[in-house]
């Protein structure tokens, strides 16, 4: 699992790169300290999730994109516009352990099996009369009682 932690706050990018070795020690984590070091670092690898903070000092961390993304910040009023713009989970510092386990968890989780919406169609049903079993072609029904 490859994660990037992109944030201009030193000290919360360190705080928040130890949480998610506790919870993933095998991952390889990368960090970024500006937008411009994040735009580099996306050009060279792909990650399967991004912490992010919205405000990087030199562009709004609301432009960068393409993984899971768990928007790591300080602003609680940016909440809805990043999940408008399809985030994850949203962090707010200073971080709780719990929420990152939980956010860590979500985004790692197998996806669940598509689940049909339309029922199966039925060609054949059983009917069973006098201890025994017919199948009855269901072209072939005008009536049931």
Do not use: W
């Amino acid at each position: 699992m490859r994660i990037a932690v992109i944030d201009d706050e030193k000290y919360s990018r360190v705080a928040l790169v130890r949480q998610i070795e506790n919870f993933l020690p095998h991952a390889e984590i990368f960090e970024a300290g500006s937008g411009a070091q994040a735009v580099e670092l996306l050009e060279k690898h792909t990650f399967d999730i991004l912490f992010l903070d919205i405000h990087l000092g030199d562009m709004e961390g609301t432009t960068v994109p393409q993984a899971k993304i768990i928007f790591a910040t300080a602003y609680s009023d940016y909440a809805v516009r990043a999940f408008e713009l399809r985030a994850d989970d949203y962090l707010l510092k200073p971080f709780d352990p719990d929420r990152i386990r939980e956010a860590l968890k979500r985004c790692t989780a197998e996806p669940a099996p598509a689940v049909s919406a339309a029922p199966p169609v039925l060609h054949r049903i059983a009917v069973n009369s006098n201890r025994s079993t017919t199948l009855l072609d269901t072209d072939e029904i005008t009536y049931i009682e």
